[in-house]
Nanobody
């Protein structure tokens, strides 16, 4: 089974920063759009950010626009999510995904195991 591997989560105070990374097998990373989603306890998995294969097009959820930045390094098969000015409401498990694109989680066929981000007030 294809595995995407996330890292970089942790505990941070409000206003702080974290950078998440996600590495995928080359045959997947080279074909698909990469996205980040997040899921808080008892809530649905929500779209966070997405980046096109070449990295020229990105999109963000309104709640993170201006604070989070998605990028990808195709030579390293890695996608990043730089998160600045973190808020307690950003607390969630963060998942990277590979797929045809868009903001709907069910459209993505490949997922990581998730990395926990906790923001204290």
């Amino acid at each position: 089974q294809v595995q995407l591997v996330e890292s970089g989560g942790g505990l941070v105070q409000a206003g702080g920063s974290l950078r998440l990374s996600c590495t995928a097998p080359g045959r997947i990373f080279s074909r698909y759009v990469m996205g980040w989603f997040r899921q808080a306890p008892g809530k649905e998995r929500d779209f966070v950010a997405v980046i096109s294969w070449a990295g020229g097009h990105t999109a963000y959820a309104d709640s993170v626009e201006g604070r989070f930045t998605i990028s990808r390094d195709n030579a390293k098969n890695t996608v990043y999510l730089q998160m600045n000015s973190l808020k307690p409401e950003d607390t969630a498990a963060y998942y990277c995904a590979a797929g045809p694109g868009g903001t709907v989680s069910r459209e993505y066929g490949y997922w990581g195991q998730g990395t926990q981000v906790t923001v204290s007030s």
